[in-house]
């Protein structure tokens, strides 16, 4: 059966499936705005040498407390660290200091490099983590479509030497990601993100898998498009075939932008998944 362009761009773009994307968006926006004139916080801490590699902490109330990584989404085009500092509010008040991290985004960078610089990233905040308040043993991490598929690839198993060591991240929360990266050579967004048919394979996730020593939790909105819902579905199979430590769950009702308001408040269903990964304190 022969798919339609503007079908395909249905399936993969989901400013195109979710009309009111925008909402969510302003709604983000307001609460983070909320979350930083209430929280202490270090902001624009530097993690590396590129213009957007940046981090917030917001700590727990000890130091030597559980540490979790955020990594926001935009189809690695958009949005910024400061739309997501209310993903603080969800984990700080369970004992867990939480850093939202920036990344290059496209086209100032390619695809490749942001995925290797988030790596340098995460590799970074492990290496720093007692003195951004947290436990190098206690790291974890999460990420939003974009911010999911960085982190998938930045745990993956055969990076060679830039691999990440055993151990670094404990467990990962990839929401509503996007694992293979063929579809988006044919939508209009990657007029911005410029990926090349020889960049594909480099950058695709379901051709290189996480690292089995990492748990993972793979989770998706029962309203997503059957295809994006297929990426997370067909994600978590293998990861779990290789011998990995794996959940998948369906959020039912959530589309791809409505599921990050499951992570606004610690009694959050998707808040929960990340403080149970992140052995935090009820």
């Given at each position: 059966?022969?798919?339609?362009?503007d079908?395909?761009?249905?399936?993969?773009?989901?400013?195109?499936?979710?009309?009111?994307f925008?909402?969510?968006?302003?709604?983000?926006?307001?609460?983070?705005?909320?979350?930083?004139?209430?929280?202490?916080?270090?902001?624009?801490?530097?993690?590396?040498?590129?213009?957007?590699?940046?981090?917030?902490?917001?700590?727990?109330?000890?130091?030597?407390?559980?540490?979790?990584?955020?990594?926001?989404?935009?189809?690695?085009?958009?949005?910024?660290?400061?739309?997501?500092?209310?993903?603080?509010?969800?984990?700080?008040?369970?004992?867990?200091t939480?850093?939202?991290?920036?990344y290059?985004?496209?086209?100032?960078?390619?695809?490749?490099?942001?995925?290797?610089?988030?790596?340098?990233?995460?590799?970074?905040?492990?290496?720093?983590?007692?003195?951004?308040?947290?436990?190098?043993?206690?790291?974890?991490?999460?990420?939003?479509?974009?911010?999911?598929?960085?982190?998938?690839?930045?745990l993956?198993?055969?990076?060679?030497?830039?691999?990440?060591?055993?151990?670094?991240?404990?467990?990962?929360?990839?929401?509503?990601?996007?694992?293979?990266?063929?579809?988006?050579?044919?939508?209009?967004?990657?007029?911005?993100?410029?990926?090349?048919?020889?960049?594909?394979?480099?950058?695709?996730?379901?051709?290189?898998?996480?690292?089995?020593?990492?748990?993972?939790?793979?989770?998706?909105?029962?309203?997503?498009t059957?295809?994006?819902?297929?990426?997370?579905?067909?994600?978590?199979?293998?990861?779990?075939?290789?011998?990995?430590?794996?959940?998948?769950?369906?959020?039912?009702?959530?589309?791809?932008?409505?599921?990050?308001?499951?992570?606004?408040?610690?009694?959050?269903?998707?808040?929960?998944?990340?403080?149970?990964?992140?052995?935090?304190?009820?």
């Amino acid at each position: 059966m022969s798919v339609t362009p503007d079908d395909h761009e249905w399936q993969y773009n989901p400013r195109h499936s979710v009309p009111d994307f925008a909402r969510h968006a302003e709604r983000a926006a307001a609460l983070s705005r909320a979350t930083r004139e209430r929280r202490a916080a270090r902001y624009d801490i530097a993690y590396g040498d590129s213009p957007l590699s940046t981090l917030d902490v917001f700590p727990a109330e000890a130091r030597g407390a559980p540490l979790h990584v955020f990594l926001h989404g935009g189809y690695w085009r958009g949005r910024d660290k400061a739309d997501y500092s209310y993903v603080a509010d969800a984990l700080v008040p369970s004992g867990v200091t939480t850093v939202v991290m920036n990344y290059d985004l496209c086209p100032a960078a390619t695809l490749p490099e942001i995925a290797r610089r988030t790596r340098e990233g995460l590799r970074w905040i492990h290496r720093n983590a007692a003195a951004l308040g947290g436990d190098p043993d206690r790291l974890t991490v999460s990420g939003h479509s974009a911010g999911a598929h960085l982190i998938a690839m930045a745990l993956a198993d055969d990076a060679g030497a830039d691999r990440l060591e055993d151990g670094a991240i404990k467990a990962a929360t990839l929401i509503s990601g996007i694992y293979e990266l063929a579809p988006v050579l044919d939508i209009t967004v990657n007029e911005t993100i410029g990926l090349r048919p020889e960049m594909v394979d480099g950058v695709s996730p379901m051709r290189h898998p996480p690292a089995t020593a990492t748990a993972l939790t793979v989770v998706v909105g029962s309203a997503e498009t059957p295809a994006w819902i297929a990426q997370s579905r067909d994600f978590a199979t293998l990861c779990r075939g290789r011998g990995g430590r794996v959940a998948y769950h369906t959020l039912a009702g959530e589309d791809h932008f409505s599921i990050m308001a499951r992570m606004e408040r610690p009694d959050d269903a998707l808040s929960r998944l990340v403080l149970d990964a992140a052995g935090a304190k009820e």
